[in-house]
């Protein structure tokens, strides 16, 4: 982790190309009526989990993951494999650069959240909604990348 534009984010200390896989997403799995109680007591808790199910959440408190930010027009996205969340390249990243993945591939329809955008790509959507929101072109980029999972409602 490493001062970025937005806080603190997740900084590439080697380079890696597109397709690698950069690092699991670690974490404690909890229930969404658990996420839903985070929101009333640390928000902040809340906006950092991960969507891990139809009915699940991965917690990466105290982990890397805590550290993943948004951007409109991310080097990286969430695969789920072998039980497990990992980030994964989707464009050639530097050593130096922030690693970003887009939060929406991890929102289905049925996700009331969203989030004013301050990622500063020149494509920004000003808002973080769920996936449906996002123009066709990039739900089909994102598909044929593999970074929506399956149980994402869209």
Known sequence: MKPVRNGLGIVALRSFHEHAVICQIKGRIVSAATVWRYWE???RLAENCFRYSAERYLNPEGEIGQYA??????NAGIIKQHRGLWLKAIADIAA???VTHDYSTLLGVDDVWK?????????????????ATLPATVVRRYRTLGVIPGFIQT
């Open 115 to 131: 989030m004013r955008c301050n990622c500063g790509a020149a494509r920004c959507r000003r808002w973080v909604r769920h996936v």
């Open 41 to 43: 007591t640390e928000a």
């Open 69 to 74: 930010n948004h951007a409109c027009d991310p």
């Open 96 to 98: 130096g650069d922030e």
